[in-house]
């Protein structure tokens, strides 16, 4: 099956050191969760509100970034620094999808995108997820495998949103690009299913 490496280590590598800081300031892993997904929101709206603006596209990158960092930073502090709750367990699950949804949904609203692949793309998406939770409910773990993971199909919208920004899109290569991420979706949701199946029979 097509995966790619697993780029979370390296992230939380990086930054683990700001993850101290914020644990030596008493800040709690549920707090982040909640600015990212209201960042993600503002930066969304921005863009629905203003869909042939440039600016708002600025946004919704900074946005992305700020969720790459705050949803590791979330994940440290809970788990090397004993801040883990049930809370926070589900608020990490519910704000995956809906910060997926606030960020890339306003794309479809632009002039010349093509909107029924951006939505499909965001809906196989959330059922990517749905995939890698529903092992919970045969008592197994959450699957994570990729090789679509949320960091990489952050990175792939965040190509399009750029592009978009500096003009390059809509293009003829856009209907590609979405394409290409359909079928990285499929196959990711694919693998999560078929190892969840394989662990089951274990």
């Known amino acids: 099956m097509l995966d790619l490496p697993d780029t979370k280590p390296v992230l939380e590598r990086l930054l683990r050191p700001a993850a101290r800081g914020l644990q030596r300031r008493g800040v709690r892993p549920n707090w982040l969760t909640l ?3 209201a960042a993600s929101t503002l930066a969304g ?3 629905l509100t203003f869909p042939t603006a440039n600016w708002p596209l600025l946004a919704i990158l900074a946005a992305m970034l700020t969720r790459l960092a705050l949803n590791h930073l979330d994940g440290l502090l809970a788990r090397e620094h004993g801040m883990k709750t049930l809370l926070g367990g589900l608020l990490n699950e519910i704000a995956t999808p809906a910060e997926d949804m606030a960020l890339y949904l306003p794309l479809a609203a632009r002039p010349g995108m093509p909107a029924a692949l951006i939505v499909g793309a965001v ?3 959330v059922l ?3 995939t ?3 092992p919970l409910t045969i008592g197994r773990t959450r699957r994570f495998d ?3 993971t949320k960091v990489i199909r952050g990175l792939c919208f965040g190509a399009l949103v750029l592009a978009a920004a ?3 899109a809509p293009g003829s ?3 590609a690009a979405l394409a290409m991420i359909l079928g990285l979706l499929a196959v990711t949701a694919c693998n999560r299913l078929g190892r969840s199946v394989a662990e089951a029979r274990s």
Do not use: D, K
């Open 45 to 47: 709206g921005l863009a």
């Open 132 to 134: 890698g939770l529903s």
């Open 123 to 125: 809906m196989l998406g």
């Open 166 to 168: 500096l003009g390059l």
């Open 128 to 130: 990517v997820e749905i």
């Open 35 to 37: 600015g990212s997904l």
């Open 173 to 175: 290569s856009t209907p």
């Open 146 to 148: 990729g090789p679509m």
